[in-house]
């Protein structure tokens, strides 16, 4: 397993979006939520869709890192960064985006995803682990590992918390490595898949 502390990592580029669009929907292509809520025909480019606006939203605020061999990526919303009233949001909001990444048979799953993603965010400040995911093929090797503590770091260098959501329960022991720990659970409707809901406090200096 490669050594965490040996990856270098960097801020995303605006010209990186489309690549690591692609990436992530590669990392994502078994994830429950999004099997739910994405068309299922051509998922991986509705899911390259879903995220382009995402990470070129949240490119300028600094929380889009990506490893030194372009194998893994997050998706970080640091404190401060505007709300559902734009910003990152704004795009999941466009009706048009929803029917392209959705389809017109699952556009109200995906409202629900939305929705749920805005009711479930904790009212204090934080930094919030959007996405993270690594390249099939270079799972294992320790880049993931590197993108968290790269900004676990800086929140605890800023005495801040961080939260995530996963649908995918195998992930929680992960993430507990870390120091996060499951606070909740949320329920999509419609059948849909349950979010566990993990936290992870400020550290002593």
Not at 12 to 39: H, K
Not at 84 to 90: E, F, L, R
Not at 142 to 159: H, I, N, Q, S, V
Request: aromatic share 10%; with cysteine.
């Amino acid at each position: 397993m490669e050594n965490p502390a040996l990856t270098n990592i960097r801020a995303a580029r605006p010209d990186d979006t489309g690549p690591l669009a692609a990436l992530l929907a590669r990392a994502f292509a078994a994830d429950p939520v999004f099997d739910w809520c994405l068309r299922p025909w051509s998922r991986r480019r509705a899911a390259e869709q879903f995220f382009a606006p995402l990470i070129a939203d949240a490119i300028p605020h600094g929380g889009v890192r990506v490893d030194d061999g372009e194998t893994a990526c997050a998706v970080w919303l640091p404190p401060g960064v505007p709300d559902s009233g734009g910003g990152v949001w704004a795009a999941w909001k466009n009706y048009l985006w929803m029917l392209r990444v959705a389809s017109p048979l699952r556009v109200s799953r995906l409202k629900s995803v939305i929705r749920l993603s805005e009711e479930v965010h904790p009212p204090e400040p934080c930094y919030h682990l959007l996405f993270i995911g690594s390249l099939p093929d270079a799972r294992g090797n320790g880049r993931a590992a590197a993108l968290l503590k790269d900004m676990l770091a800086a929140a605890d260098k800023a005495g801040m918390s961080a939260f995530l959501e996963t649908a995918d329960a195998t992930n929680i022991g992960y993430y507990e490595r870390f120091g996060f720990n499951v606070t909740g659970h949320a329920q999509l409707p419609q059948g849909g898949p349950a979010i566990n809901l993990m936290w992870r406090g400020t550290r002593p200096d």
